[in-house]
């Protein structure tokens, strides 16, 4: 009897604890039992401890992780050169913005340089395309050998003096060799080029040159008529001015006859 009792006071006091946690995808359960006495509070204290010393082991991978997730992604955007150009376009609008007057982070100028470069990448798009893609898969062998015109194809570009608009439309004319271009393809061919910082001047010779370049034709012809917002927004501010250019290659330049009938057909097609 007096064992039992023995036995009962000098019994040991157990008291359990359940960590549980899921660091990184580990899911960890430690039971701790604190004894009452000698060694017994000495091991629970190691085991304790080696506990918490596996715990900051396992939170300091998964921030490892996380900062190299986060560094990976970081790098992929620096290594993107859109990125970069969006970047230093917000950067020197903004300064821009700061240079007229105005202050950038006024409510309804903040987020005018991500717009700005955005609208700026997609104006100038023509220089990410090449020729050889606009084309693909549109040259048809065909023996057709009268006159093609592609007429009021819209154009919309940038003056290169101003970097403001200038808008109107484009028609294009050819006579094939032994090839004829998809119709659709002709007005991206006038897309590419207009997408781009321009002179109307050198966009018409553009678009005659990549003709020749991709049919081999008999001929070309191509006219161009914009209204310039250089014109009409600033300096003489004349509204409703038309500018026309042309660009004549082959037998369009060789037979007056040909280049009338071109002419003819745009400027009497109302």
Do not use: W
Not at 185 to 192: N, P, S, T
């Amino acid at each position: 009897m007096e064992s039992s009792k023995m036995t009962t006071a000098e019994g040991v006091a157990e008291t359990s604890m359940s960590k549980d946690m899921n660091v990184n995808g580990f899911k960890s359960t430690k039971k701790l039992k604190n004894k009452v006495r000698g060694s017994s509070v000495e091991g629970t204290l190691t085991e304790a401890a080696a506990t918490d010393e596996e715990l900051e082991q396992l939170s300091g991978s998964l921030i490892s992780r996380v900062g190299s997730t986060i560094g990976d992604e970081t790098n992929l955007e620096d290594d993107d050169p859109d990125m970069k150009r969006q970047q230093k376009m917000k950067e020197a609008i903004r300064t821009l913005i700061e240079c007229v007057g105005e202050d950038p982070n006024r409510e309804g100028l903040v987020s005018t340089p991500a717009r700005f470069a955005k609208a700026l990448m997609f104006f100038t798009k023509g220089y990410a395309e090449n020729l050889k893609g606009i084309v693909d898969k549109g040259i048809f062998v065909e023996e057709h050998q009268e006159m093609v015109i592609v007429r009021d194809i819209d154009i919309y570009s940038l003056c290169e003096h101003h970097m403001v608009p200038f808008i109107g439309k484009a028609h294009v004319g050819y006579i094939p060799g032994n090839k004829i271009l998809g119709l659709s393809k002709i007005a991206r061919v006038c897309e590419m080029f207009s997408r781009r910082l321009q002179v109307q001047e050198r966009l018409t010779t553009q678009i005659a040159e990549a003709m020749v370049e991709v049919l081999d034709p008999v001929g070309v012809g191509v006219i161009i008529e914009c209204q310039h917002m250089c014109m009409v927004m600033r300096g003489v501010q004349k509204n409703g001015t038309i500018t026309t250019t042309s660009s004549v290659r082959g037998i369009f330049k060789k037979d007056h006859r040909t280049r009338q009938e071109f002419f003819s057909l745009v400027t009497n097609r109302r």
